[in-house]
């Protein structure tokens, strides 16, 4: 027993630093990714209810050139831990504000708003809102064109603060959405006191709408609460027309999934956007 236990340590211990070596060098492939600006924002498209796109959310891509296409999902935790996150929010901020302005001389883009995830340690900086405003003003970007995401865990970590800083970039024009609804802690009583525009149904209760009675009871009580506290409502990961069909008739009138358009850089966003106006 004894000698199984020495073999399972050393093979943790062995495993741990696999671990922390891919840690490392993730991290300075960040630091080294920023600086070559090999991160791109793709644009998911959101749509109402007539099929017309209105906006779209931001998702960052990290362009590898050995590796191809990183997801986020592998490496916005790092970033978050190492603080990278902060200059990789910067620069993705830096070039939604171009494309907004790009757009804004467009006939038929001029109005799409744009949807940025924000992340936990970027809205407890000390000067989140003065940096934002900044980079927003500089830009020449329309602040009505921009939507900030954020999520649960993040509003609940302090409220005041949060409720200060929403307020203030409210007040600037800035837009909130509540990102995956439902998944996370969020108290009713909270959703009041914050400054929030829209909730986002999230995409684990659009999965089995039509076949799981509790996701669409979640889903109905989602709508209803937005309604009720006057906010607006999105659904994200519609992927079938029975899906959009389900939410339309129990009030949701603006959608995000693949039935629409996947994560697309700039050029592919924008032409599927002109051979497709109806949707
Ligand atoms: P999220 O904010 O919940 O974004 C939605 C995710 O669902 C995206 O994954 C999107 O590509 C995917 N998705 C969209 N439509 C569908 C669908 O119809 N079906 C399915 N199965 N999936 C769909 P993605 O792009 O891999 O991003 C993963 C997560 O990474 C995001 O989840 C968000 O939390 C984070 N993230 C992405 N970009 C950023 C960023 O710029 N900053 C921060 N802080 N986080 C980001
Ligand atoms: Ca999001
Ligand atoms: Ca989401
Ligand atoms: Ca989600």
């Keep these: 027993a004894k000698a199984a236990g020495r073999n399972t340590f050393r093979f943790y211990d062995e495993s741990m ?24 924002p793709f644009y998911q498209p959101q749509v ?10 931001v998702l960052v891509r990290w362009l590898h050139p050995e590796k191809g296409m990183i997801s986020p999902a592998d490496f916005i935790p790092v970033a978050e831990e190492t603080g990278l996150i902060i200059p990789l929010a910067e620069l993705l901020l830096t070039q939604v504000c ?7 001389r467009l006939p038929g883009f001029a109005d799409l708003s744009l949807a940025v995830n924000v992340s936990a340690r970027q809205v407890r900086q000390e000067d989140f809102v003065e940096r934002i405003i900044a980079q927003v003003r500089h830009s020449g970007a329309n602040p009505q064109r921009l939507k900030l995401e ?5 509003l609940l ?9 929403m307020t203030a970039l409210k007040a600037f024009g800035i837009g909130f959405s509540l990102d995956d609804f439902g998944t996370g802690y969020s108290s ?3 959703l009041k006191l914050l400054p929030l525009e829209q909730l986002k149904i999230d995409q684990s209760f659009v999965r089995d709408l039509l076949s799981d009675p509790n996701d669409a009871a979640i889903a109905r009580t989602i709508i209803a609460l937005a309604d009720s506290l006057g ?3 999105i659904a994200e990961g519609v992927e079938q027309e029975c899906q959009r069909h389900f939410l339309a008739a129990q009030g949701c009138h603006t959608y995000q999934g693949y039935l629409f358009g996947r994560p697309a850089a700039v050029v592919d966003f924008m032409a599927s956007l002109q051979l497709d106006p109806q949707g």
């Design 157 to 165: 970590h302090d409220m005041d603060d949060m409720i200060r800083k």
């Design 188 to 190: 009713l009583s909270y």
């Design 231 to 233: 906010l607006s409502v």
């Design 98 to 104: 171009d494309q907004l302005v790009a757009w804004s």
């Design 150 to 154: 954020l999520t649960e865990s993040l």
């Design 48 to 57: 109402n209810e007539e099929g017309w796109v209105v906006g779209a959310e």
């Design 17 to 40: 630093q696999v671990a922390i070596k891919q840690r490392v060098s993730l991290e300075s492939a960040l630091r080294q990714g920023l600086q070559l600006r090999q991160f791109q």
